[in-house]
């Protein structure tokens, strides 16, 4: 997960005003919404989350289909944020985490108020990685932060094994990279995404060579 700004749209703010039910979920189908969803995805993919799945930063291609726009907050619990732009973010479409798995956990609104939102609190105040892949929580938290630390890894399925094996093989190539002299910024255009793990690993093989 990394930390995301917002900026709307017009087109999407002019669309909102064209509905009739605003606050209510069954907005999200109004025509006026669903004629400019597709572009809305490529919006914020494009110009907020650098081509990354919001929560496991796997790379996602804006043109393709293999993404959707995920209510953060879902619709059935907040219907009167279904239009609220600051709760849309870009999702994979995988199954076995992000969106997919949030949304079938039954979460309570008392859930919420333990989950890491990337759009109000920074990820990196919480998560470290480890070389082996795995997101780790970092140790000098308060007992709410590690809390919410391990119940956002949980329900987003953030160290699912999928998810650790192509981050563990990064690590691997960035260590060999180190090593032939490669700098961040090629190295994190090298690897489909895992922007905030690459970096992290960087800094840390950085220190072992000192």
Known sequence: ????????????????????????????????IKDIRSNLREHILLHEQNLLCAYCEKEIDAESKNSNIDHFKTRHL????????????????????????????????????????????????????????????????????????EFSIEIFNLNHKSLIDNRKFIAESLEVCLQHGC???????????????IMDIYKKLQEVKK
């Open 78 to 149: 907040y219907p009167n944020e279904t239009l609220e732009y600051r709760n849309l973010l870009v999702s994979c479409n995988s199954k076995i985490s992000c969106s997919h798995i949030k949304d079938n956990y039954r979460l309570t609104k008392e859930d919420y108020t333990k989950i890491i939102n990337p759009i109000y609190q920074n990820p990196n105040d919480y998560f470290e990685y480890g070389f082996a892949g795995d997101i780790l929580i970092k140790n000098d938290l308060s007992k709410e932060q590690q809390e919410r630390a």
């Open 1 to 32: 997960m990394f930390q995301i700004s917002k900026n709307e749209p017009d087109y999407f703010n002019q669309a909102k005003k064209r509905v009739s039910t605003p606050k209510l979920k069954e907005a999200w189908d109004d025509n006026n």
């Open 183 to 197: 700098e961040i910024d090629d190295m994190i255009e090298s690897f489909n995404g895992y922007t905030s793990f």
